[in-house]
């Protein structure tokens, strides 16, 4: 202990000598530099500062002289006025820089003065009774010497000196001079000093300025500080007039050459250099003890390292032999080190490849020749000493010595069973999530929303609170957010909804799939991040690469840490389809919905215009001799008949009239509107006719279609305002799956087409949905009914075909109606019913039924008025009952649609059964549940529809007691 102690001293004493020898040494060095430097910066600064004192005396001398040139002035005038005085004081201050003012106080009371404005205040000052001055200026008189005094800092700024001196002259008549008053010069220092080059001298050296002697206090400092002269560097003296000044300079801090021996800096960099110098001899001289030290820690240090190490360590000699295990080793290969020392690593270390089972070589053989390292294969199992397997990752490196010859080999290895099982399950997962992903039916996009995430968070850093309202204030904000977002992949569901042939593709084009609402929802599924949602989900729109606009519901979850946004799955379910259908659905419900209303009114109407009608009939055979009347009661017909007209438009929109269809070639049917189709045009429109010369035939109501083709064609007229280009085009056309898919309301299919073109105003696209509504046009009031439309819609639709408008606003219109084809050959067009005018009547029992009672009193007129026998009931119970009371009623006549839960169907059916033989007659203005019958022929035929004439009923009620059809 006693012998490290002293190790330990010895090279503590020798650094302590260096450092003392080097302190001594730098004392003198600095004692003798500053002794020089002091004596030549004294000589400098004398020579400098006689030049200013020299210079300065010059001067003062030289403003002080205006004394003299005011008492000359004072002794030749004795009496002068103010304006006098200023005059010549004024020529006399002109020329001198630094005079502020040149004053005259006879009998010692100021009453002249230059700069009046400025000084007006010294005017009538008493210099004898100024407290501060008096005893001054009693000494002044007495000595006839000059006072010189101050510095006084000015009411109008400055700092100045004030230089009196009193004047003397002698009286008329008396002998000797006597004190007429006083001379004075007020001057401005800083002139003075400048022109004197005081402030030169003044950039190295501290300079200061006192009265030695003379009036106005002696050794009162004028200028500068009063430590200037307790240690001044240089001193010269300034005469002046019954007085002198003293000048002192002292050196600035820092400013002598040898500053740096002045400063702590000097000292600090021999303290610095001394330990330096002490460290060195000390580390030379403890240079032994430390290298002994430093191979004791080593192999402390390779001791403790090898035992903290997590991974296995096994070294081994040039040989192969084993020298080092530490304890991983020990616990994974089962061989402690005591056991394995010296024997060959491939002993210890049994090392079988995963897969095959086959032995690996020892990695000592394949290093110590070349001297590289190696990684060695990931499909490596370790069999230990019991036996064990475990799945290891290890590396080799070879030991090199000083001149780089292989001494040995360095193993690390660890157990990676686990992280094996894991990754492969990993590996797993990730190939399923693949398959997946690719394989999914929705389309899927991931997406990096990192950078829009932490944009969000610098917007909440900076105060934004309502994220909203600050996106509406800033819109393009939300275009910089979304081309912050990054698609990393997509699936192939995502490339065949949107038309793309690779990912590249759609990633390069993905541009040209936004819609006008993309960003409106971007923004909503801002919304939900900023405001901690769990899940997003928007309906959204799209466009296909080719175009085409796709109805999507957009969803994804909304990750819970920051970390979650660098990929975030987007899934996009398309629902272009099922919104077509809805939307189709919709118009198809709002269509059958208006449909029955129109055939609920149609039913009250007609009900109305039957009663209308029928007493009008028998109003006319009543009154047949009176021409005036019957002329009013035609005319009371003819706007009666023009609402059985409305009504049966109204019917026909609604699908309630019943067609009378045959199989046409509508190019023939055309052909023969030609003339009444010109008589609907103006001379204006040119019409142009296109037929197919191979048009199929279609099985129509050809009376409807004459009615559709006519009102399409006074549609296009007045879209043309009476000029234009109108055509016809007729054609064979297929429509196949696609297009129905893109078309809902219609079905696939062979079809005739008739396409009617205008070159009108157009229709605009949000009122297309609408234009087949009963009563809606866009004509002006009175115009038009709205019902031209809704009649060739009721066509289509009873003819089981479809209708198609495409128009543009400003270009046209086109109408294409697609009618069904018929199988048929040859058309066959069926003629029109003659009407009756007048059948007789008889004498046979009916039974008439009806809840109108209007209707039910003129039923029973008119048919009494023929002969018959007649019994009325207001409903089917009452029917029923006087059907079993009178078994003898020969024909039932009914109202199809009657409130109490039978309809005349229901009727009919049940009074067959109790009165076997009966005829029935049903009537109805809205023939809903008549389709019901279709199977029947009786029940078809034996329908009169409302309203009716009195010679219509007699026809129809002989027809079927006749057994033949109406």
């Known amino acids: 202990m006693i012998n490290d102690m002293r190790e330990r001293l010895q090279p503590l004493l020798g650094a302590l000598i260096v450092v003392l020898a080097l302190l001594f040494g730098a004392h003198q060095i600095q004692r003798s530099a500053l002794q020089e430097q002091y004596l030549l910066d004294q000589s400098i600064a004398e020579k400098r500062l006689r030049q200013v004192a020299g210079a300065l005396a010059q001067s003062m001398n030289l403003r002080l002289s205006l004394t003299n ?92 000196i004030v230089a009196r001196r009193p004047l003397f002259f002698a009286q008329p008549g008396e002998s000797g001079d006597h004190f007429w008053g006083f001379a004075t010069v007020i001057i401005d220092i800083q002139p003075i000093l400048a022109d004197a080059g005081f402030f030169g001298l003044e950039k190295d050296l501290d300079l200061a300025i006192r009265g030695t002697d003379g009036r106005g206090g002696k050794g009162e400092l004028f200028y500068g500080q009063p430590k200037v002269f307790g240690s001044p560097l240089a001193v010269a003296d300034v005469a002046l007039p019954d007085a002198s000044w003293q000048l002192a300079a002292a050196l600035k801090p820092g400013s002598e050459a040898t500053g740096f021996l002045h400063s702590n800096w000097y000292w600090l960099s021999v303290l610095i250099g001394a330990m330096g110098l002490a460290g060195l001899i000390y580390s030379i001289i403890d240079r032994p003890r430390q290298l002994k030290k430093q191979v004791y820690l080593a192999t402390e240090n390779l001791h403790i390292t090898l035992h903290s190490i997590g991974d296995a360590v096994i070294a081994t000699d040039r040989s192969g032999g084993i020298s080092i295990m530490n304890p991983v080793a020990e616990r994974l290969t089962g061989w402690d080190l005591e056991s394995a020392r010296g024997r060959p690593l491939s002993e210890v270390l049994h090392l079988v490849h995963a897969a095959t089972g086959e032995r690996i070589s020892d990695p000592v053989e394949s290093m110590c020749a070349p001297g590289l390292s190696v990684s060695l294969d990931e499909q490596i199992v370790l069999i230990a000493r019991d036996g064990r397997e475990i799945r290891i990752a290890d590396s080799a490196s070879p030991m090199l010595d000083n001149v780089g010859k292989v001494t040995g080999v360095v193993l690390v290895f660890r157990d990676v069973t686990r992280e094996s099982a894991v990754r492969a399950a990993l590996q797993e997962s990730e190939a399923r999530y693949r398959s997946l992903f690719q394989n999914a039916e929705v389309s899927i996009w991931n997406e990096d929303l990192s950078a829009v995430y932490q944009m969000l968070r610098q917007l909440r850093h900076e105060g934004v609170s309502d994220l909203r309202r600050h996106l509406d204030v800033n819109p393009q904000l939300a275009w910089d957010l979304a081309a912050m977002v990054k698609v990393l992949q997509v699936n192939e ?12 593709e759609f990633l390069m084009e993905i541009h040209h799939t936004f819609a006008p609402d993309t960003i409106p929802v971007f923004i909503d599924s801002l919304c939900a991040v900023w405001n901690g949602e769990k899940m997003f989900r928007s309906n959204s729109s799209f466009r296909s690469l080719d175009g085409r606009e796709l109805k999507a519901i957009i969803s994804f979850p909304i990750p819970e840490k920051p970390e979650g946004f660098s990929s975030v799955p987007i899934s996009i379910l398309d629902i272009t389809e099922q919104v077509r259908v809805e939307q189709a659905l919709h118009r198809a419900q709002k269509m059958d919905a208006i449909g029955q209303l129109t055939g609920g009114i149609a039913h009250d109407f007609n009900n109305i215009l039957a009663i209308v009608m029928g007493n009008l ?16 009661l035609e005319t009371i017909e003819n706007a009666a008949q023009r609402a059985v007209d409305l ?299 409302k309203p009716y004439s009195r010679s219509e009923l007699a026809g129809g009620i002989r027809a079927v007691l006749d057994g033949g059809d109406l």
């Open 69 to 160: 040139s005011l008492a000359a002035f004072v002794a030749i005038n004795r009496e002068f006025t103010q304006q006098e005085f200023d005059h010549y004081a004024s020529q006399l201050q002109a020329g001198m820089v630094g005079v502020r003012s040149l004053q005259l106080a006879p009998d010692g009371i100021v009453r002249y003065l230059t700069n009046l404005e400025s000084n007006r205040v010294a005017l009538g000052h008493n210099l004898f009774t100024d407290q501060r001055l008096h005893h001054v200026v009693e000494q002044s008189v007495r000595e006839r010497s000059f006072i010189i005094h101050g510095p006084y800092e000015l009411r109008q700024g400055g700092v100045a």
């Open 617 to 632: 009939n028998l109003l006319q055979r009543q009154i047949a001799s009176d021409p005036k009347i019957l002329k009013r």
């Open 647 to 945: 009504t049966r438009q109204l019917l026909s929109f609604s699908r309630r009239e019943f067609a009378r269809v045959a199989t046409v070639d509508i190019n023939q049917v055309i052909a023969e509107m030609v003339s009444l189709i010109s008589q609907s045009l103006t001379p204006e429109v040119k019409l142009v006719y296109r037929f197919s010369q191979d048009l199929w035939l279609t099985r129509i109501d050809p009376a409807d279609f004459e009615h559709a083709v006519i009102n399409l064609i006074i549609n296009a007229r007045d879209a043309m305002a009476g000029a234009g280009e109108l055509i016809l085009e007729t054609g064979n056309v297929t429509l196949d799956a696609d297009y129905c898919s893109q078309h809902p309301d219609s079905h696939p299919g062979e079809y005739v087409e008739l396409t009617i073109s205008d070159s009108g105003k157009g229709i605009p696209r949000d009122l297309l949905d609408r234009i087949f509504e009963p009563f809606y046009t866009t004509k002006p009031q009175g115009k038009g009914t709205g019902l031209g439309l809704s009649l060739v819609f009721g066509f289509v639709n009873r003819s089981n075909g479809y209708i198609h408008v495409d128009s543009e606003p400003d270009v046209g219109t086109r109408v294409h109606l697609y009618l069904p084809r018929a199988q048929a050959t040859e058309a066959v067009v069926s003629q029109p019913d003659t009407q009756v005018e007048e059948v007789s009547g008889g004498s046979e029992t009916l039974l008439v039924v009806d809840d109108e009672p209007g209707l039910l009193d003129l039923a029973r007129e008119m048919l009494q008025s023929l002969g018959y026998h007649i019994l009325t009931a207001a409903n089917a119970a009452e029917a029923l009952q006087l059907l079993s009371e009178s078994p003898t009623i020969d024909l039932l006549f009914s109202d199809l649609v009657m409130p109490g839960g039978m309809s005349g169907y229901e009727l009919a059916a049940e009074a067959c059964k109790r009165v076997p033989g009966l005829k029935v007659l049903l009537t109805s203005g809205y023939t809903e549940r008549a389709q019901r019958w279709e199977s029947s022929a009786q029940a078809w035929s034996c329908l009169l529809k």
């Open 493 to 504: 569901a995502t490339l065949k909804m949107f038309g793309a042939k690779t990912p590249d």
